[in-house]
């Protein structure tokens, strides 16, 4: 259908042609959530707010295709990166409680730290990580909670046993726990860490994610006291980034 050609145009790049065909799969059924949604989010990666917040404010008034996990996670992430963060807690919550996972988990915990409620964030991990008992994430957003706390003891424990878990932390963790290296005076195996992280980048600059690469190549130069280069880096970034979906 319309919608599903919509979908192989975005993984394309080919936005103008998505969202044509999005419009043709919202004018055949105008009420079904996700395709205004996904409408929406387009807009709102060209740019046009108007009509992107037009289409996923539609999404959920309409009447069909709410009762998914991810539906509710995808409006979460819409709302904390425009930085409405109760509405995107709210959003979470309900992914959650429709399917519990760690997806849910994440969006909530990081529109918590995003309010500076640091402590309020680890009090609702340890009530949301009871009910999914052994979820990676879990520990990674303790490892994040307790560095920002500058509980270094507790992070490093927390990021042990996240690697423990899952064998590989993503680049920004990586980067996070170099930050850690360095700040208790670890430096030799901080720079090897940003390094590798570095060089990783750097093969995915050009392609999907390049605003998020740019920012963690700000976050490099910023742990490295290069604040000349984090600040090039981070401009671009901006340019690069959309809302939540790169």
Same mark, same amino acid.
């Given at each position: 259908?319309?919608?599903?050609?919509?979908?192989?145009?975005?993984?394309?790049?080919?936005?103008?042609?998505?969202?044509?065909?999005?419009?043709?799969?919202?004018?055949?059924?105008?009420?079904?959530?996700?395709?205004?949604?996904?409408?929406?989010?387009?807009?709102?990666?060209?740019?046009?707010?108007?009509?992107?917040?037009?289409?996923?404010?539609?999404?959920?008034?309409?009447?069909?295709?709410?009762?998914?996990?991810?539906?509710?996670?995808?409006?979460?992430?819409?709302?904390?990166?425009?930085?409405?963060?109760?509405?995107?807690?709210?959003?979470?919550?309900?992914?959650?409680?429709?399917?519990?996972?760690?997806?849910?988990?994440?969006?909530? +915990?990081?529109? #918590? %730290?995003?309010?500076?409620?640091?402590?309020?964030?680890? =009090?609702?991990?340890?009530?949301? &990580?009871? !009910?999914?008992?052994?979820?990676?994430?879990?520990?990674?957003?303790?490892?994040?909670?307790?560095?920002?706390?500058?509980?270094?003891?507790?992070?490093?424990?927390?990021?042990?046993?996240?690697?423990?878990?899952?064998?590989?932390?993503?680049?920004?963790?990586?980067?996070? +726990?170099?930050? #850690? %290296?360095?700040?208790?005076?670890?430096?030799?195996?901080? =720079?090897?860490?940003?390094?590798? &992280?570095? !060089?990783?980048?750097?093969?995915?600059?050009?392609?999907?994610?390049?605003?998020?690469?740019?920012?963690?190549?700000?976050?490099?130069?910023?742990?490295?006291?290069?604040?000349?280069?984090?600040?090039?880096?981070?401009?671009?970034?901006?340019?690069?980034?959309?809302?939540?979906?790169?």
């Amino acid at each position: 259908g319309y919608g599903l050609k919509a979908s192989i145009y975005v993984n394309q790049g080919q936005r103008d042609l998505a969202i044509e065909y999005y419009l043709k799969a919202v004018d055949l059924n105008p009420d079904w959530n996700w395709t205004n949604l996904l409408l929406g989010l387009e807009y709102i990666t060209k740019k046009d707010y108007q009509n992107g917040l037009y289409y996923i404010n539609k999404s959920l008034n309409g009447g069909e295709g709410r009762a998914w996990p991810s539906f509710y996670w995808f409006i979460g992430r819409f709302f904390h990166t425009i930085g409405d963060y109760q509405r995107s807690m709210k959003y979470f919550r309900q992914s959650f409680i429709l399917q519990p996972h760690g997806g849910a988990i994440r969006g909530y +915990f990081v529109s #918590l %730290l995003s309010l500076h409620k640091v402590h309020d964030a680890i =009090n609702y991990l340890d009530s949301a &990580c009871l !009910i999914l008992v052994n979820e990676p994430v879990c520990s990674i957003l303790k490892f994040n909670a307790h560095l920002y706390l500058k509980n270094y003891d507790q992070a490093e424990r927390h990021f042990n046993q996240f690697l423990n878990d899952t064998g590989k932390p993503n680049l920004q963790d990586s980067i996070r +726990f170099s930050y #850690l %290296l360095k700040e208790t005076g670890r430096e030799k195996e901080a =720079n090897l860490i940003m390094q590798n &992280c570095k !060089i990783a980048i750097e093969k995915q600059l050009s392609g999907r994610g390049r605003g998020w690469n740019l920012f963690n190549l700000a976050a490099i130069y910023a742990i490295q006291n290069d604040n000349s280069s984090s600040l090039k880096y981070l401009e671009a970034a901006f340019d690069n980034i959309w809302i939540g979906r790169r």
